[in-house]
């Protein structure tokens, strides 16, 4: 199997609870890629949400998404290199569409600066072996849920 990057140690404690959850679960044998498609349709359908509630559910929806394909790959042995590739690419994509909905107010526009560096960590992560980037998504879903109390 091809070199996939290595996760940040501060990231160690939840991802141990969510390798945990991912044992336990009953997944759908399904190529990941399946999982990545539907984090892009569910981000471009951030941009026609109105409620605030929807908003959320979105962000939420395709951060599980993120979280499934990973599970995913693990459970069946599918990781791989490409994958990992693939899953970065996706994850700046969605970011791209979830905040270009928000881009009129100041928030959206803070994360699509922090959304461009991001993407320049994207790149770092693949050429050194060293998954760095921001949980910019799980930032804007607590963003989203204190707008909309």
């Not at 395709?62 to 069946?76: C, E, H, I, N, Q």
């Amino acid at each position: 199997m091809d070199v996939i990057p290595g996760r940040p140690a501060v990231a160690s404690p939840y991802r141990a609870v969510l390798a945990a959850l991912g044992q336990r679960l009953v997944l759908p044998k399904v190529n990941p890629v399946y999982y990545h498609l539907l984090a892009i349709f569910l981000s471009v359908l951030f941009l026609y949400a109105q409620e605030s509630w929807i908003q959320i559910a979105i962000v939420g929806a395709v951060l599980m998404t993120d979280w499934l394909d990973g599970a995913t790959a693990k459970r069946y042995w599918q990781p791989s290199r490409a994958g990992y590739v693939i899953d970065v690419v996706t994850d700046r994509a969605s970011e791209g569409f979830l905040f270009a909905g928000a881009s009129g107010m100041l928030s959206g526009q803070v994360l699509f600066l922090l959304w461009l560096i991001n993407c320049g960590l994207t790149f770092y992560s693949v050429r050194s072996n060293r998954h760095t980037a921001m949980p910019l998504r799980f930032a804007y879903l607590i963003i989203l849920a204190v707008q909309g109390v």
